[in-house]
């Protein structure tokens, strides 16, 4: 009889040996997932350890988008661009029926105006002036690509970054022609030795320029980078080492 009794406790005594080690590698498996898990998946893992542990992270929150801003009708009627850090860029014509425009420092809504988009004022053909002020730091490429009634572009001379010379947009340091205006007065343009780099778009439509006076020879002119959309260099004639007083 005693036999008999004997078998099933060693049976049990076996069986619970094998539970607490199948506990053992469940959580030491667990308790491994939990620290190589990729961040992605450590919620997962958590779920799986303990679905009644509620998450205390807090959701993350979303980065705001950028918001466009309209000037009041009875002002301007441009369009701004919120940077989200007290800045805004210029980004379109809106509204503003006005063929000279100042763009000012500041948007009605208190933002440093700082930048000018790309295409901004995309073939607004009406506009005849544009202003600077000294706040823009940065004009996109072909900000005034299409404006075929652009005769005059004038900057704030405390600005840092850009000048006009002769009506024309420059950089500071007039080593780059950033934009000639389409309709500027005089069919020829003695452009400066000191400049190395023609913007994209730069003489874009230009309809009164016929002729370009350069004082430096061809390998100078040649060494100058000339962007994109001014193929007028390709139509028209070009006076090296040009000589006003001969």
């Known amino acids: 009889m005693n036999k008999l009794f004997d078998i099933p406790k060693m049976r049990i005594v076996v069986i619970s040996a094998a539970v607490v080690v199948t506990l053992a590698v469940i959580t030491v498996t667990v308790a491994c997932l939990k620290v190589n898990a990729p961040t992605g ?38 369009l701004y661009q919120n940077n989200g850090n007290g800045t805004c860029t210029v980004v379109g014509i809106g509204t503003c029926t006005k063929t000279e425009i100042t763009l000012p420092e500041k948007s009605p809504g208190g933002l440093r105006v700082v930048a000018i988009s790309t295409g901004a004022f995309e073939n607004c053909d009406k506009i005849v002036s544009i202003h600077i002020p000294a706040s823009v730091r940065d004009i996109g490429t072909g900000a005034f690509v299409g404006c075929k009634s652009l005769t005059t572009f004038t900057v704030e001379t405390t600005n840092t970054e850009y000048c006009a010379v002769g009506s024309v947009l420059f950089s500071k340091d007039k080593t780059e022609l950033v934009c000639y205006p389409a309709k500027r007065v005089g069919q020829n343009y003695l452009l400066s030795t000191n400049v190395t780099r023609i913007s994209p778009y730069a003489f874009d439509g230009v309809s009164t320029l016929s ?36």
């Open 41 to 78: 998946d450590k919620d997962a893992v958590d779920a799986m350890v303990s679905v009644s542990e509620s998450d205390t992270e807090p959701p993350v929150s979303e980065i705001p988008e950028t918001e466009t801003e309209k000037i009041p009708d009875d002002e301007e009627g441009l």
């Open 211 to 246: 002729k370009l006076l350069y004082r430096g020879t061809i390998s100078q002119f040649q060494n100058i980078t000339i962007g994109t959309g001014n193929s007028i260099f390709t139509k028209m004639p070009i006076e090296f080492n040009y000589n006003a007083l001969k």
